[in-house]
């Protein structure tokens, strides 16, 4: 139950907040794919928690292969449908034409916030399946859901573009990155709400340069691979 209501106050700040937006500029306003974003929010979280404990633990071990594996697999398959396609979402290996050289250094940049973070909370390296974990799913199925689905489906509802620092982005990559933030650093547990202001600032920073390499690369590929390597820096450090 707790997670079913952190999930619908998230959609009410999405929908609370994507309205707010619309009204402001209703000729670049889509409520459909708001909606149609906020079910993806509820589909991936869903999956995520194997249906809210429902579902049985058929991997097992001490990190959540299972819903991490059944979120991705649903967000490869929405993502192959018509409405989005895998190149549209950045679920390819084709790098646009020059891009790897410009976004080397937010590259170098993206390592070094997680290097720092790393060295100011030192962990205790922790046990080979924690490692494996950390290199693998967490980059393949978050990026591909709040960086790629996600990211086109609230690209279609808020179509509006604005240039900066060489890329069009608008209201899609604030509020994924929102999302992706709030997924970490809010929740309801005890009758209450709770939200870390740190773990939000430590998520939705890195998610911003990481739509930033996508919208230049044309690839997810960049994004995926430094996130796993982010979320291990602790771990080898």
């Avoid at 240039?163 to 709030?182: E, K, N, T």
């Amino acid at each position: 139950m707790n997670g079913l209501i952190s999930l619908a106050a998230v959609l009410g700040i999405l929908f609370g907040l994507g309205a707010a937006i619309g009204a402001a500029d209703r000729r670049h306003f889509a409520p459909a794919w708001l909606a149609a974003a906020a079910a993806l929010v509820a589909i991936n979280d869903a999956l995520l928690t194997n249906g809210y404990g429902l579902l049985p633990d058929m991997i097992g071990g001490n990190w959540n292969w299972q819903g991490k594996l059944l979120a991705l697999a649903a967000t490869l398959a929405i993502a192959a449908l018509p409405g989005f396609g895998w190149r549209r979402c950045g679920i390819t290996l084709v790098q646009a034409p020059g891009s790897l050289r410009a976004a080397l250094p937010v590259a170098l940049l993206y390592c070094a916030f997680f290097a720092a973070i790393a060295l100011a909370f030192p962990g205790d390296g922790g046990d080979t399946e924690t490692l494996l974990f950390q290199l693998s799913l967490p980059g393949l199925e978050e990026e591909a859901f709040y960086r790629g689905l996600l990211l086109v489906a609230l690209g279609q509802a808020f179509t509006a573009r604005k240039r900066l620092l060489g890329v069009d982005c608008g209201w899609s990559a604030i509020l994924s990155c929102l999302l992706f933030g709030l997924a970490h650093a809010f929740s309801f547990a005890g009758g209450s709400f709770s939200f870390d202001a740190i773990t939000m600032a430590l998520t939705a920073v890195p998610a911003f340069l990481g739509v930033w390499m996508w919208l230049r690369t044309g690839s997810l590929l960049l994004p995926v691979l430094l996130h796993n390597v982010g979320n291990s820096l602790s771990l080898l450090i």
